[in-house]
């Protein structure tokens, strides 16, 4: 172990990320430097200088940790002494089983906090280059909304092609709600892929009046428009939404990502599919399946309805909806290690949706591993990250290793029980209280029940085993239990 370094951790951007990451390791007994440049230079997006102000939605999405992976994540947040969880909490507003909150509440509060911590200081200013070399631990938390020179100066340290300005998302889909008596298995013209797999892609197909009645509410269905701060933003032609390619003409798509050819139905060998959607798998667990070419403007409701319309996919289930806009995010499976340090530059962690998570409370998980682990090695006590088994754990393992081909088709992603390790099936019940077996949805509830209680037990040993000399544990870390299920 090394000793412990008394010189400043430097965080840059002060939004959820950021926060939490001060946060964390300025309860860990470590001096931060908190760098934001609303106070100095605002955005497009936001409407306040207050740290952690919520840009979008005042929803922190579902607070259900048995049956929801956001939920597990809010607990595993709350065991860690989080301050963004912990201050929503404090400011929840009526939303169902939705955590919402007072949004400006929050933010003054989140602010506040940190303003009145004694090892954190506010500084306002932006950083419009790579932080100097005097600076040996720096966080960069700077979010979709990264300022355009910082934005440059990563390009030129990472390379072209791994910083992204604009993102086009496809839908992922949940490989056991594919039904596979209507979808097969096949690479096109049976090509074996880098791993010689000549059954890579999922494919499901579409006879002409399938196609057509398809075609004709992907361009009926309602679109999302572009935000203002979004608009200038150019469509990129090999990212373009699937309802532009659709509009340009009916056979445009059966040319494009729905072609048929190479292709053979294994269910019916002898009819000739007229288009052909594919998916292709999407993480290393092979749980996720990426609907190819299928970014788009719907509306998430247009969405769901129009792609169950294929054959295969009438009951599918979506870990993400696609989308397409504004968003800096770099291909942290090339770029970071598994503590979130970027490779060529160690002493430059990554933090938010920079690193290739979607939403708030991602945004803070991601600040909140990066804060304990620059302040763990300021201190001398490296820490491992949290198991896969664990939503914290999930997520690193997801945007440092846990997509395929080495981040070539990374894009951001919210938690998901997709991105879990699948449970050990011995332990999801097959009956219920009155003796009545369990299938369908019932089951799958049962098995995120069972992914949820190991989660939370995982990240308890994990925090527990995380709290060596010299760090100190939040009195909720302290007394936190991990509930019964």
């Known amino acids: 172990m090394g000793g412990m370094s008394t010189t400043p951790l430097h965080i840059i951007g002060g939004g959820m990320a950021g926060s939490e990451a001060a946060w964390q390791a300025a309860e860990m007994g470590v001096p931060v430097i908190l760098h934001e440049m ?5 955005t497009d997006a936001h409407n306040t200088d207050w740290l952690a102000e919520l840009v979008c939605s005042n929803s922190f999405r579902s607070d259900d940790a048995e049956g929801n992976a956001v939920g597990v994540l809010h607990a595993e947040m709350r065991k860690a002494g989080g301050l963004i969880i912990s201050t929503a909490d404090l400011h929840q507003v009526p939303a169902g089983s939705a955590l919402a909150v007072d949004r400006d509440g929050f933010a ?33 938390a700077t979010g979709p909304l990264t300022s355009i020179k910082l934005a440059e100066a990563l390009r030129a340290e990472t390379g072209e092609a791994d910083l992204a300005f ?46 057509n009645a398809f075609l004709d509410a992907l361009i009926g269905g309602e679109k999302t428009e572009f935000r203002d701060w979004e608009k200038d ?29 190479g292709l053979t139905n294994a269910h019916a060998p002898e009819i000739k599919a007229h288009a052909v959607v594919q998916l292709r798998q999407d993480n290393a667990l092979g749980t996720l399946w990426n609907m190819v070419g299928f970014q788009t403007k719907l509306k998430y409701g247009a969405q769901t309805d129009i792609f169950r319309m294929i054959p295969g996919l009438e009951n599918a289930e979506f870990a993400r909806l696609g989308g397409i806009h504004r968003n800096t995010f ?5 770029l970071l290690d598994h503590q979130l340090r970027l490779k060529s530059m160690p002493r430059l962690r990554f933090a938010g949706q920079v690193t290739g998570v979607e939403g708030y409370v991602e945004s803070a998980a991601m600040g909140l591993l990066a804060g304990r682990f620059a302040a763990a090695e300021k201190l001398g006590q490296p820490l491992s990250p949290p198991p896969e088994t664990t939503a914290l754990g999930a997520l690193i393992k997801h945007i440092t290793g846990g997509h395929l081909s080495s981040g070539q088709t990374f894009q951001p992603m ?11 099936m011995a332990l999801v019940p097959n009956r219920d209280a009155d003796g009545h077996r369990i299938r369908g949805k019932a089951k799958g509830r049962a098995k995120k029940r069972v992914q949820a209680h190991r989660a939370l037990t995982d990240i308890a040993s994990w925090l527990a085993g995380a709290a060596g000399p010299g760090v100190r544990l939040t009195p909720s870390q302290a007394t936190a239990d991990t509930p019964a299920f």
């Open 414 to 424: 919210n938690i998901n029980f997709g991105l879990f390790p699948p449970p050990d």
């Open 166 to 211: 604009f993102d086009a998302i496809a839908p992922i889909v949940y490989a056991d709600s594919i039904d596979m008596t209507k979808a097969w298995r096949q690479s096109r013209y049976d090509k074996p892929g880098p791993h010689g797999d000549k059954a890579a892609y999922i494919n499901c197909p579409l006879d002409e009046a399938g196609y």
């Open 330 to 334: 770099i291909n942290s499976p090339r």
């Open 38 to 42: 609303r106070g100095v230079r605002g």
């Open 233 to 261: 933003t150019p469509y990129f032609e090999g990212c373009l939404p699937i309802e532009v390619m659709a509009e340009r003409g009916r056979e445009t798509l059966r040319y494009g990502p729905m072609k048929p050819v």
């Open 108 to 140: 003054q509060a989140v602010t506040e906090q940190l303003t009145g911590h004694p090892n954190i200081t506010v500084v306002r200013e932006e950083i419009d280059a790579l932080p100097p070399a005097a600076w040996d631990s720096v966080i960069i």
